[in-house]
C-alpha cells in the first residue's frame, strides 16, 4: 500500500486525531473543537454519517484497511448491569412489575429548579469495540508503545508473545485471560526519551568505544596506585601502635582488607554527594558513578571480586563500623573522662577518624545508589539513559479497564472485551456520543 | 517567493565560496548549503502560521503537558466544561480509571498465593474485579519469576507510568472502598428484545420467571452474576445472622465453589489425557486420538468432523485467505 505508506501521520492543516503520543497529535487533539455534524440542515444524513466516519477512522486503527474493519464490525454491543447483591437480597424482581414494567417510576417535581436527565448508557460509544481486540492496539492501550503503528512494528518484527509464544500477527484478536508480553528494551524505547543525536556520551561510545574502555581501567589504576600508597603508610604505623608484640609483627594483611584512608576518601565522597541532594542534578549523578567506580576496586580488594552496588553499600556501612570499634576504648575514655589530663587528651585527639555517615545519610545514599542501579547509563541501549519518559505522554496515559498491565515485567492481560455501563463506556474514542452513533450507522450498512 | 535578506551567515558563506576556490571545498568552514549548489544565501526554514502557533502553544500552553505533573498523578488535557480524569475533551462519557499500584498488586499476591485465600474472597474483600485478582496475580507470578532469574524489570519504566495514572491502594486489615464494580451482569442478547408476556396480576413474577420468558434455558440473574454466594450472605445477614458467621459462611461457598470449578477443569483435562496416545520422537510428540468417522452431523457437514468429505472444501491452505490463528493455548 504505497498511498498509505506515503500519507503523513500527523499534519497541523485540516488535522486528523491518531493513536499515537506525538506532540502534534495532542496539539491538534487540544485545538478539536465539537465537529457539531448534525446541527444544522446543510448536510444530508449520508453526508453526516460520512463525515463522522471519517473522523474516528482516522483515529481508530487508520493502518487498518476499511474492508478489514468492515469485517471485524460487529453490530452487537456489550455491556453490563451493576448488580448490587444488598438490593437483589432484599428483592425478588416483582418489583420491577410495578409502573410500566420497569419498576415504579420515579416523578419529578414541577417546582424542582432543576430535573436532572436520566442517565444513559453510551451504547454508541462502542462503535469501535472490535477493533480494542486488535493485538498491537492492545499493545498501545496498555501504553507500550507510543503509537498504534509502532506497537504494529513491534508484533511484526517478533518482539511480542501471547501466552509465551511469538505472535507475529498484528490483526490477531485477542481472546479473554489472553496475556501478552512485550520485549522491555522495545518498551523502554517506544516510552522513552531518544538518544540524542549529538550527545558525548553517546559519541563517545559510538565513535571510539576502545578509548573509553581503556580509559576506565587506567583510571581504576591510579586509584589502586593511591590506594596502597596509603595502605603502606598504614602498615608502617601498625607496629608502633601495638608495643605487646612479642618477637616479630606479622605480616600485614593490608592487601586483605581495605585501609582506613580508603574508607575516609570514600565516605568524604559520599558526603559531598549527599551535600547536593536537594535537587538530583547530573552532575551528581556523574558523582555518584564515578564513586560506584571507586568503591568497587575497593570492595574487591577486601576479598569481593563480583560486588553489586546494594552489596557495596552495605561493605562500606560495615567496614565504617569496624573502623568504629576499633577505636570504642578511646571513644569510651572521651565520654567519661576521669582525670583531667584524659580529658585534655580526648580534646587533643585528633578529630575522628571517620567523617561518619548518620542514618540517614547512609540511607539516603542507599536510595541513591539503588536508584542508579535500577536506572543505569547505558550507552549500548537505543535510547536515552537514564531512561525517562518521553516528552508529552503524560497527557495521553490511562490503561482502560478491560486490561490488567503490570509494567515491570511489561506484560498485560485481556480480560474481557470492553463494555458499556450508564453513563460511561470503555472504548476510548476522541469523539462524544452523536459522532460515534453515525459512525454506528455507517457500518451497519444501510445508507 | 519570498524575498530573501542577506543575512551575516550568508555573507559569511559568500566569503566562504571565495575562499573556497582557492582552499578545497569541504574544509570546516563551509556551510553545508554551498557544498551542493550555486546558491551563496542559505534556504530559510519553511515555516507557515499554523507551525509558528503550533510552536507558540509548545512554549505557553503545551509546556504544561511536556512532563508529568512533579507531584504525581494524571495530566490530562484541561478544557472548559469536562470533569476531572477525562483524557477526550469532546468525550465525556470516557473516563481514565483508577489502577492498582505496586503495593495493591504485592497485598493480592500475598492473600492468594501466600495466605490461600480463595480468589472470589479477596474480589469481595477488595472490591476488584474477579478475573482483574487472577490476572494480577497471574502477572506478578511472572514478575517474581524474573526476580528469581535475575532477569531485568522495567522498573524506571513502571515507576514512571504509575506515577502519571490515577492509582489505587489498599490498607491491609482495614476495610478499604472498593476499586470496581464486582457484581457485574452481561447483558446477555436474549434479554434486550422487548417482549409481550401476559401475567396475573396477582402472580410474584420475580428474575426466575423473567429469565424464562426470555429463553427456555436462561438462568436467573442470581445465577449469572459473578458472585452469587455475596446475595446469599446478603440474605443470611437478613435473616439476622451474626456478620461473623455470614461471613464465614461466604467464604466456605466461595471455597466449595472454586474447588467444584477445579476439579471440573481437572476431570476434563484427565479425560483429554486418557483420550490421548502420545509417542515421543527426538524432534516431535505425536498425539493420537481415537475418532469416529461416522460422526459427521445430520447433513455430513458438522464444523468439526475429522477427513475429507467429498464435496465439501477445505480452506485452511486456500491462497487469499485468513489464517491468523483465532486462539493461542
Not at chain 1, 270 to 289: E, F, G, P, Y
Not at chain 2, 164 to 190: C, D, W, Y
Not at chain 2, 192 to 197: A, G, I, N, R, V
Amino acid at each position: 500500500m504505497p498511498r498509505a505508506a506515503q500519507r503523513r501521520l500527523h499534519v497541523l492543516r485540516r488535522p486528523k486525531l491518531r493513536q499515537s503520543w506525538s506532540k502534534y497529535n495532542l496539539y491538534n487533539l487540544w485545538r478539536q473543537r465539537d465537529p457539531k455534524i448534525g446541527f444544522t440542515d446543510h448536510e444530508t444524513f449520508f453526508q453526516q454519517k460520512w463525515r463522522a466516519k471519517g473522523l474516528l477512522r482516522a483515529y481508530h486503527g487508520e493502518h487498518i484497511k476499511e474492508r478489514d474493519w468492515e469485517r471485524m464490525f460487529s453490530r452487537r454491543l456489550l455491556s453490563v448491569a451493576n448488580m448490587n447483591p444488598q438490593y437483589m437480597a432484599q428483592n425478588d424482581g416483582s418489583e420491577m412489575a410495578a409502573g410500566r414494567g420497569s419498576g415504579r417510576d420515579i416523578v419529578s417535581k414541577w417546582k424542582d429548579d432543576k430535573v436532572e436527565p436520566k442517565p444513559i448508557t453510551p451504547y454508541m460509544n462502542m462503535a469501535f469495540a472490535p477493533m480494542e481486540r486488535r493485538l498491537d492496539i492492545a499493545i498501545f492501550r496498555a501504553m507500550f508503545a507510543s503509537s498504534a503503528r509502532q506497537a504494529r512494528h513491534f508484533v511484526v518484527h517478533g518482539k511480542v508473545k501471547v501466552n509465551g509464544k511469538v505472535m507475529h500477527y498484528p490483526a490477531y484478536k485477542l481472546n479473554p485471560g489472553d496475556m501478552f508480553q512485550v520485549d522491555p528494551d522495545s518498551v523502554l524505547f517506544a516510552t522513552g526519551q531518544p538518544k540524542k543525536k549529538g550527545g558525548s556520551s553517546a559519541r563517545q561510545a559510538i565513535t571510539n568505544p576502545q578509548d573509553n574502555a581503556e580509559a576506565e581501567p587506567a583510571a581504576e589504576e591510579a586509584e589502586g596506585a593511591e590506594a596502597e600508597a596509603a595502605e603502606a603508610t598504614e602498615a608502617s604505623e601498625v607496629p608502633e601502635q601495638d608495643p605487646e608484640t612479642t618477637d616479630k609483627p606479622e605480616a600485614p594483611k593490608a592487601d586483605m582488607k581495605p585501609t582506613r584512608q580508603a574508607i575516609q576518601k570514600l565516605t568524604k565522597q559520599a558526603k559531598s554527594i549527599l551535600a547536593r541532594d536537594r535537587d538530583v542534578s547530573t552532575s551528581q549523578k556523574q558523582n555518584l558513578r564515578s564513586f560506584l567506580k571507586r568503591a568497587k576496586p575497593l570492595l574487591s580488594k577486601a576479598g569481593r571480586s563480583t560486588a553489586t552496588p546494594t552489596d557495596i553499600l552495605d561493605e562500606l556501612n560495615s567496614m565504617v563500623k569496624e573502623l568504629n570499634l576499633s577505636d570504642a576504648p578511646a571513644e569510651a575514655a572521651a565520654e567519661a573522662p576521669s582525670t583531667p589530663e584524659q580529658a585534655v587528651a580526648a580534646r587533643h585527639e585528633p578529630p575522628r577518624s571517620i567523617e561518619d555517615l548518620n542514618a540517614d545519610e547512609l540511607k539516603a545514599l542507599q536510595r541513591l545508589i539503588k536508584e542508579e542501579e535500577e536506572n543505569p547509563a547505558d550507552p549500548t541501549k537505543p535510547y536515552h539513559t537514564p531512561w525517562k519518559p518521553r516528552d508529552y505522554m503524560s497527557p495521553f496515559a490511562f490503561i482502560p479497564r478491560y486490561l490488567e498491565v503490570n509494567q515491570n515485567v511489561c506484560s498485560a492481560v485481556y480480560l474481557r472485551h470492553p463494555v458499556a455501563r450508564v453513563n460511561s463506556a470503555e472504548v476510548p474514542t476522541p469523539f462524544g456520543y452523536q459522532i460515534n452513533q453515525l459512525a454506528f450507522n455507517w457500518y451497519l450498512r444501510r445508507r | 517567493m519570498p524575498p530573501r535578506i542577506p543575512t551575516k551567515s550568508s555573507a559569511s558563506s559568500a566569503s566562504a565560496l571565495v575562499r573556497s576556490s582557492f582552499v578545497s571545498p569541504c574544509t570546516s568552514q563551509c556551510l553545508p548549503s554551498c557544498r551542493a549548489g550555486f546558491s551563496t544565501t542559505p534556504s530559510r526554514e519553511r515555516s507557515t502560521n499554523l507551525r509558528r502557533a503550533f510552536l507558540q502553544w509548545t512554549r505557553t500552553i503545551g509546556a504544561n503537558y511536556r512532563q508529568p505533573k512533579p507531584e504525581g498523578g494524571p495530566n490530562y488535557l484541561q478544557s472548559f466544561g469536562v470533569g476531572p480524569n477525562k483524557p477526550f475533551p469532546l468525550n465525556p462519557q470516557f473516563r481514565s480509571e483508577r489502577v492498582l499500584d505496586e503495593q495493591a498488586r504485592e497485598l493480592i499476591w500475598e492473600k492468594v498465593m501466600r495466605r490461600g485465600e480463595t480468589l472470589k474472597a479477596v474480589s469481595a474483600e477488595l472490591g476488584v474485579d474477579l478475573t482483574r485478582v487472577a490476572a494480577v496475580v497471574r502477572l506478578k507470578e511472572v514478575e517474581k519469576d524474573w526476580i528469581s532469574k535475575g532477569k531485568k524489570l522495567a522498573t524506571p519504566y513502571s515507576k514512571a507510568v504509575l506515577g502519571m495514572l490515577p492509582t489505587k491502594s489498599f490498607r491491609p486489615g482495614v476495610q478499604n472502598q472498593p476499586l470496581e464494580p464486582i457484581n457485574e451482569l452481561h447483558i446477555h442478547t436474549a434479554t434486550q428484545k422487548q417482549l409481550f408476556w401476559p401475567t396475573a396480576e396477582s402472580r410474584q413474577f420475580t428474575r426466575e420467571d423473567a429469565a424464562k420468558a426470555f429463553h427456555a434455558k436462561m438462568l436467573s440473574a442470581d445465577k449469572r452474576v459473578p458472585h452469587p454466594e455475596l446475595i446469599q450472605m446478603e440474605k443470611d445477614l437478613l435473616k439476622g445472622m451474626s456478620p461473623d458467621e455470614a461471613r464465614a459462611r461466604f467464604i466456605n461457598a466461595a471455597e466449595q465453589s472454586e474447588r467444584k470449578a477445579a476439579e471440573k477443569q481437572q476431570k476434563k483435562a484427565m479425560a483429554e489425557e486418557q483420550a490421548t496416545k502420545k509417542v515421543n520422537t527426538p524432534r516431535f510428540e505425536f498425539r493420537f486420538k481415537e475418532v469416529d468417522s461416522e460422526l459427521i452431523g445430520k447433513d455430513g457437514r458438522a464444523p468439526n468432523v475429522v477427513g475429507w468429505k467429498y464435496g465439501m472444501p477445505h480452506y485452511d491452505r486456500k491462497k487469499g485467505l485468513v489464517k491468523i490463528p483465532t486462539s493461542v493455548p
